[in-house]
């Protein structure tokens, strides 16, 4: 019995060797492309951070401005009552 010409198997495993290295070269430039983005979002969160902090005084600035307004109508106030004397 002669023996079947093994081409097919050859054909077989190249092409599987081919998609295999396919694979992996493109796992590979995903997971650059990911490591790039990690390090793109840990300088964002850090922009966001100091940005935070240089503004957080403007929150109190709102505060301020109120308690600024009672005491202008408390002086309005008292004055009118002297005025009205």
Known sequence: ????????WYVGYIVT?????????LVAV???????SGSGALRITEALDDLRLRT????????????????AEAL????AQRGAR
């Open 56 to 71: 957080a005084s403007l929150q109190q600035v709102g505060a301020l401005a109120g308690g600024l307004d009672e005491a």
């Open 1 to 8: 019995m002669p023996e079947p010409p093994l081409t097919a």
């Open 30 to 36: 995903i997971l650059m492309f990911a490591r790039r």
């Open 76 to 79: 309005a106030r008292i004055r």
């Open 17 to 25: 060797a081919v998609v295999v290295l396919l694979v992996v070269a």
